[in-house]
């Protein structure tokens, strides 16, 4: 079953439905082009360019929930304000579940908290492995949890929204699913169709922020109940998770666009797709007042917030001679070389982006060059977000191999292999690494 379900293959159908991306390194973008503003905020700016809409100082800076959601924090960086591991002496503990762990793991004050798609939710100890609690749901979990003011958020294919206390694992509210049914994905990554709920909780200004019935919704953290809703942008399911920043909210519809959001006030400010409509809809990176996403087809976006218009893009790898034509064959080498759903992480003005042919690459993004520092092979193909911690990059591989490299150089650190792909991004926590495998087991090396 695994083996007819390869993201290769899917990739391959969603590229040959993208159009073209012309080639190049690193390019300015017209400001008009792809970029979609709400009507009732935007003005004409000097010589029909999009005026600047935004000022992200007027909100008070979101909470950035530092260690205890999907990607770190809620600007999704990928960085962990905690200690790495430098040296592997192995593994400390492994805890087995009924099927695969794909999420990312959260660690908090001696527990880690994951799903699993055995539509199952545990709490571990973090120090034994052994298992606190488990609550079990009627679909699978995907959804990566967060954890905010002792209840841990996450989203089953149930169709549901699920807080509970994050102490005894009892419930403290659920949504109810709008749709009949459950949809049950199995090994097959990504699916066509993104259920509800498959997308990580955000949490900021005392709501939970997840997309279900093909809407961003805002929930209130105490009640559940529906406050917030993204009406404008489009509509779409999603794969990935909402950052949040300085008073905005970001988020990818499907595979088609971004969209940006006054984050209190659910006000649509700007939105668009990438250059020749290359697939988007995957979890942005908020950093420097920029935006940042990986496209499918492996090309990295940065966007100004405070003007859309400045917006450019770098092709990664392309110092390894990839390029994209708009060919059939070159559409079906990029999908080779691309088709990954992973998402950047950011630290010290640095992006790291990994490729379907186990390429990663550190990007310099403190100008608007998009300068390839380095670029490393790895064993086997990357889906697996990168996680940082105190300029270590840790990154997981479909052949199971977990990898330490530094931020700096690109130099291996050390490499640990587990008995299946690795899709989930690695947490850190003051010296472990813990991450899920497709072998059915979470991992804690130290």
């Given at each position: 079953?695994?083996?007819?379900?390869?993201?290769?293959?899917?990739?391959?159908?969603?590229?040959?439905?993208?159009?073209?991306?012309?080639?190049?390194?690193?390019?300015?973008?017209?400001?008009?082009?792809?970029?979609?503003?709400?009507?009732?905020?935007?003005?004409?700016?000097?010589?029909?360019?999009?005026?600047?809409?935004?000022?992200?100082?007027?909100?008070?800076?979101?909470?950035?929930?530092?260690?205890?959601?999907?990607?770190?924090?809620?600007?999704?960086?990928?960085?962990?304000?905690?200690?790495?591991?430098?040296?592997?002496?192995?593994?400390?503990?492994?805890?087995?579940?009924?099927?695969?762990?794909?999420?990312?793991?959260?660690?908090?004050?001696?527990?880690?908290?994951?799903?699993?798609?055995?539509?199952?939710?545990?709490?571990?100890?973090?120090?034994?492995?052994?298992?606190?609690?488990?609550?079990?749901?009627?679909?699978?979990?995907?959804?990566?949890?967060?954890?905010?003011?002792?209840?841990?958020?996450?989203?089953?294919?149930?169709?549901?929204?699920?807080?509970?206390?994050?102490?005894?694992g009892k419930l403290k509210w659920q949504t109810k699913p709008k749709k009949k049914g459950i949809i049950e994905i199995g090994h097959e990554y990504p699916p066509f169709h993104a259920p509800d709920v498959m997308c990580s909780p955000a949490v900021s200004y005392g709501l939970v922020f997840v997309s279900i019935d093909n809407h961003?919704?805002?929930?209130?953290?105490?009640?559940?109940?529906?406050?917030?809703?993204?009406?404008?942008?489009?509509?779409?399911?999603?794969?990935?998770?909402?950052?949040?920043?300085?008073?905005?909210?970001?988020?990818?519809?499907?595979?088609?666009?971004?969209?940006?959001?006054?984050?209190?006030?659910?006000?649509?400010?700007?939105?668009?797709?990438?250059?020749?409509?290359?697939?988007?809809?995957?979890?942005?990176?908020?950093?420097?007042?920029?935006?940042?996403?990986?496209?499918?087809?492996?090309?990295?976006?940065?966007?100004?917030?405070?003007?859309?218009?400045?917006?450019?893009?770098?092709?990664?790898?392309?110092?390894?001679?990839?390029?994209?034509?708009?060919?059939?064959?070159?559409?079906?080498?990029?999908?080779?070389?691309?088709?990954?759903?992973?998402?950047?992480?950011?630290?010290?003005?640095?992006?790291?982006?990994?490729?379907?042919?186990?390429?990663?690459?550190?990007?310099?993004?403190?100008?608007?060059?998009?300068?390839?520092?380095?670029?490393?092979?790895?064993?086997?193909?990357?889906?697996?977000?990168?996680?940082?911690?105190?300029?270590?990059?840790?990154?997981?591989?479909?052949?199971?191999?977990?990898?330490?490299?530094?931020?700096?150089?690109?130099?291996?650190?050390?490499?640990?292999?587990?008995?299946?792909?690795?899709?989930?991004?690695?947490?850190?926590?003051?010296?472990?690494?813990?991450?899920?495998?497709?072998?059915?087991?979470?991992?804690?090396?130290?």
């Amino acid at each position: 079953m695994e083996d007819s379900h390869t993201l290769t293959s899917i990739i391959l159908l969603f590229c040959c439905i993208f159009m073209h991306i012309p080639d190049g390194m690193t390019e300015e973008v017209a400001g008009t082009a792809d970029v979609i503003l709400s009507n009732q905020h935007v003005g004409a700016g000097e010589n029909g360019q999009l005026a600047p809409v935004l000022d992200i100082a007027e909100d008070a800076p979101s909470e950035e929930l530092p260690n205890s959601t999907y990607r770190a924090n809620t600007h999704r960086t990928g960085e962990y304000k905690v200690t790495g591991l430098a040296d592997l002496k192995g593994v400390k503990w492994k805890f087995k579940a009924d099927d695969w762990i794909v999420c990312n793991p959260v660690e908090s004050e001696g527990t880690v908290y994951f799903g699993s798609l055995d539509k199952r939710f545990y709490a571990v100890d973090s120090n034994t492995g052994k298992q606190k609690w488990v609550y079990g749901t009627n679909g699978e979990i995907w959804s990566s949890p967060t954890l905010y003011k002792g209840i841990i958020y996450f989203g089953s294919l149930d169709g549901s929204l699920y807080a509970l206390d994050a102490a005894t694992g009892k419930l403290k509210w659920q949504t109810k699913p709008k749709k009949k049914g459950i949809i049950e994905i199995g090994h097959e990554y990504p699916p066509f169709h993104a259920p509800d709920v498959m997308c990580s909780p955000a949490v900021s200004y005392g709501l939970v922020f997840v997309s279900i019935d093909n809407h961003m919704r805002g929930f209130d953290c105490q009640t559940g109940q529906d406050k917030w809703c993204a009406l404008e942008g489009g509509t779409s399911q999603q794969l990935g998770a909402a950052a949040i920043g300085s008073g905005l909210l970001a988020y990818g519809q499907g595979f088609t666009k971004m969209s940006v959001f006054k984050a209190k006030t659910s006000r649509f400010l700007f939105g668009g797709g990438g250059v020749g409509n290359d697939g988007q809809g995957l979890t942005p990176v908020l950093y420097d007042k920029r935006l940042f996403h990986q496209g499918t087809r492996g090309v990295l976006y940065s966007q100004d917030l405070n003007n859309p218009n400045d917006l450019w893009r770098t092709l990664i790898g392309e110092s390894k001679g990839r390029t994209n034509t708009g060919s059939k064959k070159d559409m079906a080498e990029t999908s080779k070389y691309f088709g990954t759903l992973c998402c950047p992480a950011i630290a010290s003005d640095t992006a790291v982006c990994g490729t379907a042919d186990g390429y990663l690459s550190a990007i310099d993004i403190s100008g608007k060059t998009g300068k390839e520092k380095w670029i490393i092979r790895l064993s086997s193909q990357i889906n697996s977000s990168p996680s940082i911690a105190r300029d270590i990059i840790y990154v997981g591989c479909d052949d199971g191999a977990i990898y330490a490299i530094e931020l700096g150089t690109g130099k291996h650190l050390w490499k640990f292999k587990a008995e299946g792909k690795i899709w989930s991004p690695p947490c850190i926590g003051n010296g472990v690494v813990y991450f899920g495998c497709n072998d059915n087991y979470l991992y804690a090396l130290h």
